[in-house]
């Protein structure tokens, strides 16, 4: 067993989150107003205030709108900052269901979502409301058709994740809007909700164009700070926020504005470190390729890592049960021991194992789940870190010891 | 001189222990110096210890305090009243006492420590209970009163309370040596070490790490419930046994179902190797009679065979729920319960054997260089000093 690197040799967890880019780091640090240079230029002040340092506050505030919403293509008019993804499917999810609840009480979604858009459908359920799990396949997408299928003349939303945090699969989201607008009409039928936090500045998005009603974003995915994210919200389209009261954001999500959260947001947007999707998966497919050669029988789990159409370039889940038996966890430990760092694909305590739902909802086998790992890359994974992974991750876990025998 | 809050703790049994009385009370000064807040002051007097806390600190830290101090049976809020003093000081006490209880009934429990005082105690009871209900219209109750306040008149001072609050019992820290605890993580072996540690032990602590195995958080939570010992025991000696080596070579060796057995006696090797170097005189485990495989009466015997030292086990006869329950009230049950695997979810064999003989886990140790893993284990061991704030560094002046 090799010792315990303290340092990190390659973090490959960038769908948990980033480390701050050090454009939006500096652009925080000027309107934190802890320094005395930033405190006399005044940017601290509150975006509300109407002296001339309040409104050089909200004029970096909508410089970060822009931002975002140059990267989700919409106007700037049309993005809602909040305290995260999170807060941001919440607002979208519920916020369309109660402003639509006259017309009806069904909603569209899939298994495989994120835990906070299932939280939000769970607080809806519990109100009376049905929903339909649309199936995903194998690779964990779902058909538009099936999805067209599911709407019926009571629903009020669609909603889906544009990439899957667990597995990367991609879900046709531009033609799910062109079929729901082909079916009825522009404005018309089920609002469309898109939570984009892992496909945000890493797949192709033009939310305002393809016809999604609204999308939802975080800024620590992208090298941005944590605490900070934004709902995109098509102009036009009544929302009950859950949280009333309060004149800012268009009154849709009361308190002061975290300025610097969101001046970072922007900052690490418009930074020339943000990589594109095309940058990040021959990375990943160099990982893959890496680890699959020195460990045979690693299998992929969700879609096709090269097909572009299928699978976002900075997401890969993996399963190592036909290497070993030994659960995520002591994977995920041993390559933590060699510097990597990633993620188990279940959330797995002693007592009280739970498989992830989402490669349940694949139908993958239980052993097969419980032997997953996710990789995923971000703004600071390089060649070198790939290299890394690479060289030492095979041997910490061909080092662990051989329960074969046993099971 | 006027009024003043204080503290009386009470520490029974050690007024029994003759000829060592005065170490036992000042491994208990001690103790309750380092557990009371700081600046306040403590003193002996006759057989009770009196506790001063400094201007602003709420008297619940004070009480909370003490009761964390082992030796002391039962914790007083007080008022001295320093002599000489009339007896209408004392009673002015009282009656605001009593209003400020929101009690409906009363009794007066007084005793005169200082027999050369005018009233004896039943004269004192009336005196003192005719004023308060004559002041307040409170009920006297002599059975079952809301509010019993006790006064002690002493040379130097009245002493009143309206509480009596539980100490924990037990004998001072240090006052009995030091010991070892096997420390998994999980519910029962920091209530072991409580108990043990209650009765006059310094604390050290073993918890064996099996990186990749288990990790880092596993290792953080025996820091935690380490910390939350020290609360009563002060600083905990923690070695962090380093286990992974052993734990691949028993899984390679050992038919499977002696595997927990064999692990078991390694830890209680290396243990007692950490034992030799903390001067500790014996070893404590949560084990509980019947509680998982390894706990029946055989597989005890099988384990325990290979420790010199005394083995304790406080819990061999408590019940999971008295555990818990005891868990909770010392603090260390959070802690315990926090979603970190041990190793033993990933190790633990499918079909343990729960009747082994000893001779049967010896054989299963031939071909294990027993001697080898346990001095390499050793030597890749860690040590951290626990205190209420967390890891200190170590060793302050050496151990």
């Known amino acids: ?407 | 001189m006027t009024n003043e809050a204080l503290l009386i703790g009470h520490y029974a049994e050690i007024a029994l222990k003759g000829g060592n009385r005065h170490l036992f009370e000042r491994a208990l000064l001690r103790a309750a110096r380092a557990r009371l807040p700081a600046g306040s002051t403590v003193d002996l007097q006759g057989s009770r210890l009196l506790a001063r806390l400094p201007a602003g600190v709420a008297v619940e830290a004070g009480v909370s305090a003490l009761q964390r101090c082992f030796g002391i049976v039962s914790v007083r809020p007080a008022r001295r009243l320093p002599r000489p003093a009339e007896l209408q000081v004392l009673t002015d006490e009282a009656v605001l006492m009593a209003r400020a209880s929101g009690a409906k009934s009363f009794k007066i429990n007084a005793r005169r420590a200082d027999k050369r005082f005018a009233l004896n105690s039943p004269a004192l009871n009336r005196e003192v209970g005719g004023a308060v209900s004559a002041a307040t219209g409170l009920q006297v109750d002599l059975h079952h009163p809301d509010l019993e306040i006790g006064l002690d008149v002493r040379e130097d001072a009245f002493y009143l309370w309206g509480a009596t609050l539980p100490g924990p019992g037990g004998l001072p820290t240090g006052t009995a040596g030091r010991a070892l605890v096997l420390m998994s993580g999980g519910i029962d072996s920091p209530v072991a070490a409580y108990l043990a540690a209650k009765r006059g032990l310094l604390l050290s602590a073993a918890y064996f790490h099996t990186f990749p195995y288990t990790g880092e958080g596993t290792r953080q939570k025996v820091i935690d419930l380490c910390r939350a010992l020290a609360a009563y025991t002060g600083d905990v000696r923690l070695w962090v046994g380093h286990f992974t080596d052993v734990q691949v070579a028993i899984q390679e060796r050992v038919p499977e179902p002696l595997r927990t057995l064999v692990v078991r006696r390694m830890m209680l090797r290396i243990a007692e190797e950490f034992c030799r170097r903390e001067r500790a005189g014996a070893l404590v485990t949560g084990d509980s009679l019947g509680q998982v495989a390894s706990q029946t009466l055989e597989a005890l015997t099988a384990v325990g065979e290979v420790a010199a030292l005394p083995l304790l086990r406080p819990l061999i006869a408590a019940d999971k729920t008295e555990i818990v329950a005891l868990a909770r009230q010392i603090g260390t049950y959070e802690v315990s319960v926090r979603p970190f695997d041990d190793c033993c979810t990933v190790f633990a064999p499918k079909h343990p054997r729960t009747r082994p003989t000893r001779a049967e886990v010896r054989d299963a140790e031939r071909d294990l260089e027993v001697d080898a893993l346990v001095a390499a284990a050793v030597a890749r061991s860690e040590r951290l000093r626990v205190t209420v704030a967390g890891v200190a560094a170590y060793p302050p002046g050496g151990a």
């Open chain 1, 1 to 407: 067993m090799a010792a315990t690197h303290d340092a990190l040799g390659a973090y490959l967890d960038n769908a948990a989150t980033t480390p701050v880019l050090p454009e939006a780091a500096a652009a925080m640090a000027a309107v934190l107003g802890a320094d005395p240079a930033s405190r006399r230029a005044g940017l601290f002040a509150n975006p509300s205030a109407v002296h001339r340092w309040g409104l050089a506050a909200a004029e970096r505030v909508a410089e970060a709108r822009r931002a975002v919403a140059a990267v989700l293509g919409t106007t700037a008019a049309e993005v809602v900052f909040t305290s995260g993804g999170t807060e941001a499917n919440h607002l979208g999810i519920l916020g369309h269901c109660r402003a639509g609840v006259r017309r009806g009480r069904h909603l569209v979604t899939t298994a495989t979502e994120h835990r906070s858009v299932l939280s939000a459908v769970a607080v809806l359920a519990a109100e009376g409301w049905q929903v339909t799990y649309v199936p995903v396949g194998r690779d964990g997408r779902v058909r538009p058709e099936d999805v067209l299928a599911a709407v019926r003349p009571d629903t009020i939303l669609v909603t889906l994740a544009h990439v899957n945090n667990e597995i990367g699969a991609m879900q046709p989201v531009r033609r799910i809007a062109d079929a729901l607008r082909h079916a009825f009409g522009r404005g018309e039928g089920p609002r469309f909700h898109v939570d984009a936090v892992q496909a945000l500045g890493k797949v192709d998005a033009d939310y305002g164009a393809w016809g999604v009603d609204s999308a939802s974003v975080s800024a620590h995915k992208v090298g941005g700070p944590k605490g900070v994210g934004a709902l995109y919200l098509r102009r036009g389209t009544r929302l009950l926020p859950p949280v009333p009261g309060g004149e800012q954001e268009g009154g849709l999500r009361p308190g002061t504005e975290n300025v610097p959260g969101i001046v970072g947001f922007g900052a690490a947007l418009a930074s020339r470190a943000q990589p594109a999707g095309a940058l990040l998966r021959p990375l990943k497919l160099r990982l893959l390729a890496g680890l699959i050669q020195a460990l045979p029988g690693v299998e992929v789990n969700g879609p096709d890592p090269a097909d572009a159409e299928a699978a976002a370039p900075h997401i890969v889940n993996l399963s190592f049960a036909a290497v070993t038996p030994l659960p995520a966890e002591v994977l995920l430990h041993a390559l933590e021991g060699v510097g990597i760092a990633c993620s188990a694909g279940s959330a797995c305590s002693a007592r009280r194992p739970e498989p992830s739902h989402v490669l349940a909802a694949l139908g993958l086998p239980d052993a097969r789940v419980r032997g997953s790992l996710r990789f995923s890359l971000g703004p600071c994974t390089g060649p070198a870190a790939i290299d890394w992974a690479v060289r030492h991750a095979p041997t910490a876990i061909a080092s662990l010891v051989r329960l074969e025998g046993r099971r």
